[in-house]
Every structure is written in C-alpha cells, then in structure tokens.
C-alpha cells in the first residue's frame, strides 16, 4: 500500500522558517508530480505548491509565492517544503499528495494519494 508520510511541522514565531519532509513507498516516486496542500480550521483545503516528475517545473499558490520553495530528492523519494517568512495565516495542518498525471495539477481532486497531514502553527 502506497504510504506517504510527513514530517517537519511544528510552532515557530511570524517570520521564522519550518522545512516540510514528505517520504513515500511504495510508489514509483520519480513517475509522479508531488504537491502540498493545506488546510486551516473551518476552512478547504488549499493549493500550496506541486513539482513535476522531474523536478524542473514548479507551480506555487499566490500567497506562497517568493516564501516557500518546493524541492524533491528522486533517489530517496523524497518532496521538501522549505517555508520561510511564516506568517500567522500560514497556520494549517501541510498535507503531502501525489498525481500521476500530467501537467502539474492545483486542484485536490486531481491528486491519487495522499499523507495523514502535519501540524504548522505560526504566532504573532
């Protein structure tokens, strides 16, 4: 059974960094696009930021855009969420998802499997 599972979360102060790690098995890592989302209490879960097979095409949300850098090791089936300038309304619980369809997708429904979710809290 395909398993992704993050890690990396925690409570970090409005300007500060977290770095997101999400390892996979049991799936064909380096054929799939891997995306982050998110989702705050009471709220949909978001588009974060997606990164093609390859690793050579990036989509990033608007919000994000500039903060945060999504990356991917292939060879340790790895995806890498590297957040810096946090911000109180970048409080949610990261979600790592994968789609093995192309072009990178933003919306969730597109993507085939996903993790449990980490917790990342910012204070002001």
């Known amino acids: 059974q395909v398993q992704l599972i993050e890690s990396g979360g925690g409570l970090v102060q409005a300007g500060g960094s977290l770095r997101l790690s999400c390892t996979t098995s049991r799936l064909t890592f380096s054929s799939y696009v891997m995306g982050w989302f998110r989702q705050a209490p009471g709220k949909e879960r978001e588009f974060v930021a997606a990164i093609s097979a390859n690793g050579r095409s990036f989509n990033y949300a608007d919000s994000v855009n500039g903060r945060f850098t999504i990356s991917r090791d292939n060879a340790k089936s790895t995806v890498l969420l590297q957040m810096n300038s946090l911000k109180p309304e970048d409080t949610a619980v990261y979600y790592c998802?994968?789609?093995?369809?192309?072009?990178?997708?933003?919306?969730?429904?597109?993507?085939?499997?996903w993790g449990q979710g980490t917790q990342v809290t910012v204070s002001s």
């Open positions: 998802a994968a789609d093995r369809q192309v072009p990178i997708a933003t919306k969730s429904y597109e993507y085939d499997f």
